[in-house]
């Protein structure tokens, strides 16, 4: 059976087309299909079939709608009653619009991988299963709902399958077919920087500039609003004559990537492609949220053909958070999911010491220099930090790398090691906040939610211990307050211990005083990743933090702690300010005059308790506060 809705509604069975009469029973298929295997209320079939008027016998008329369905369909579909709504079940049947949006979907995948060649041939694979308008003969309030949706995803399939087109050289046989396309959707502003392109690269650069021109101007009349990024992009750079814009090398698809200057990318150089990323975590859990939003931002938008207008910005994201919050966890996981958006290499680098101090960019910069080719014997060692930088930007300038520098301590490191050019992306994680750098998106993470603590805790310890003691099991999630370090931890002593209950590790974590100690395995300890964050105060910050458990876990103001530490407000508040950009104090809110709440979270609190009147130990691999019972 094939079910067609790109078009005229329709279905083909063994003994050829079934005769589909009347709208009504049409649009009720359409709906039905449409619905992927969901139950479709009855109110939403009435709403398909006669908008805003049903009839009074709306029921009876649906119901033999669907016996006149059954009928025509035959035994290779299922339809079937569920409670107030009607299901469709077809596994067997190749839908039309299923299958295009398959085959849009792997086209646009192959293209943000730079595979061009196959990014053509499924997006124009899919573009040929349309007959003419979606849902050409239904009802028009189902034509209105769901139509322009159809008709959006072919049309952005359609400039991805341009796109790859543009990218494998095609340029000039493409503008016909541009003309006619920004002749019929003259508001599509990346169909009309496509035909700037095509046009740009048959040496037509007067022609480009007057669509361009025509394009502003209608943009101005009809919608009063200015040209967009990527149409804006791609006027800037023929009126310049970008080398972003050029033609590829003839004959190149993907066994030969292009880059922006239209020479073979760094990436198909033999031995210059550097892969820096430590291992992913095999269990990574939670921070979806976070996660999506990075990985939606973080690629450039379309790797051949136009120029887009984001991906001549730096792209450079800070995760920060509080100690043992996942920072590195997360940015490694998400530069392994987005490694293949940039075929030039990805590059990694550790900012600290095994103290916490920072790292002399120097430091840093010569291996990055090394992964990227720059090995010259003895070249390196002996150079001064701005001709490293210098080096360090010229390999980098104009490749596609994604960059993570983990564990930021200061913000005069970062400078240093931005990549040049706009093609890379960067992604940095520090536990304070970087005040002084430009166009970095800050990505705060805060302790997981309950359900995302259990799923971690079951997948370092495993599923049986969760299901066996499932009261034991939220106590532990509930005394590692939301922090992924100390929920590793928890689990990894849980998972070396496979004959002793859950309840054995809740019951020592239910003492405060101890908590510290006993959230410590192997190389972790949650005490001394706080630890080197107390390292970074200066004494006065050092004095507010021990002085904080005063006032408990409960949220505060700053005439409390004022209170407290015997100075004014507004001293204290930015004593306060100063702890919550180390991540070492919470803002849960404000109070009703709307003055800033703040709040110690639970094991900073324990940690700070722990300190008494002295400093943090020195530098070492065993930092114990006092009164962790360790």
């Known amino acids: 059976m094939k079910l067609q809705l790109l078009g005229n509604i329709g279905a083909v069975n063994a003994d050829g087309s079934v005769m589909l009469a009347g709208a009504k029973v049409r649009t009720a298929l359409a709906a039905l299909v449409l619905a992927r295997g969901w139950t479709v209320p009855d109110s939403t079939l009435s709403s398909a079939l006669w908008g805003w008027n049903p009839p009074e016998t709306k029921t009876a008329q649906l119901y033999t709608y669907m016996s006149r369905l059954r009928g025509l369909l035959g035994p290779e579909v299922e339809l079937v009653r569920r409670q107030s709504g009607y299901l469709l079940r077809a596994e067997d049947a190749v839908v039309d619009v299923l299958e295009f949006e398959r085959l849009a979907a792997e086209g646009a995948r192959a293209l943000r991988d730079r595979h061009f060649e196959r990014a053509g041939r499924q997006l124009a694979l899919s573009l040929r299963l349309w007959q003419g308008r979606a849902l050409a003969d239904v009802t028009e309030h189902f034509a209105n709902a769901e139509r322009p949706r159809l008709e959006e995803a072919r049309a952005v399939a359609l ?376 390292r970074q105060l200066d004494e006065e910050s050092l004095a507010v933090l021990r002085a904080l458990p005063g006032l408990g876990g409960r949220p505060f103001t700053t005439r409390e702690a004022a209170a407290l530490l015997g100075r004014g407000p507004a001293e204290a508040e930015r004593m306060l300010e100063a702890l919550a950009d180390s991540r070492l104090l919470e803002l849960p809110g404000t109070d009703e005059r709307g003055w800033p709440l703040y709040r110690c979270p639970e094991l900073v609190r324990l940690f700070a308790d722990a300190l008494g009147g002295g400093a943090p130990a020195p530098a070492g691999p065993s930092v114990r506060p006092a009164k962790s019972g360790m």
Not at 164 to 175: P, S, T
Not at 469 to 489: K, M, N, W
Request: proline share 8%; hydrophobic share 45%.
């Open 159 to 534: 400039e991805d399958r341009l796109e790859a087109d543009l990218a494998m050289g095609r340029h000039r046989e493409l503008i016909p077919e541009l003309t006619g396309l920004v002749h019929t959707f003259p508001v599509r502003e990346r169909l009309r920087a496509q035909l700037m392109t095509a046009l740009y690269r048959c040496d037509r650069q007067s022609d480009a500039l007057a669509v361009y021109h025509h394009g502003r101007q209608l943009l101005a009349d009809e919608l009063g609003v200015d040209p967009g990024a990527t149409l804006s992009a791609t006027y800037y750079a023929v009126l310049n004559n970008d080398p972003a814009l050029a033609a590829p090398a003839p004959g190149a698809t993907e066994a030969v990537r292009i880059d922006a200057r239209g020479a073979p990318s760094a990436a198909d150089a033999p031995g210059s492609v550097p892969a820096m990323l430590p291992p992913e975590v095999g269990d990574f859990t939670g921070r979806q949220r976070e996660a999506t939003e990075l990985l939606r931002l973080l690629p450039p938008e379309h790797p051949g053909g136009a120029v887009d207008g984001s991906t001549r910005r730096p792209r450079r994201f800070l995760l920060t958070g509080m100690a043992g919050i996942g920072k590195s966890t997360l940015a490694v996981h998400v530069a392994h999911t987005a490694a293949p958006a940039f075929p030039d290499g990805h590059l990694y680098a550790d900012l600290t010491d095994g103290d916490g101090s920072a790292k002399d960019p120097r430091r840093v910069l010569v291996p990055l220099l090394r992964a990227l080719g720059d090995d010259a014997p003895g070249s390196l060692a002996d150079a001064e930090l701005t001709e490293l930088v210098q080096r360090y930007r010229t390999r980098t300038a104009g490749r596609a790398l994604l960059v993570v520098l983990d564990n930021l301590v200061s913000e005069l490191q970062l400078d240093a090691l931005l990549p040049g050019g706009s093609r890379s992306a960067v992604i940095v994680t520090s536990r304070t906040h970087l005040a002084a750098t430009p166009g970095i998106h800050p990505v705060l993470l805060e302790p997981l939610r309950p359900g995302e603590s259990l799923a971690l805790l079951e997948a370092v310890a495993g599923p049986e211990r969760l299901v066996r003691e499932p009261d034991a099991a939220r106590d532990v999630v509930t005394y590692c307050a939301g922090l992924p370090l100390a929920l590793r931890i928890a689990g990894a002593r849980l998972a070396a211990r496979p004959r002793l209950p859950m309840a054995w590790l809740a019951d020592r974590l239910a003492e405060p005083a101890a908590r510290l100690g006993e959230l410590r395995y192997g190389g972790l300890s949650v005490a001394e990743s706080m630890a080197r964050s107390a």
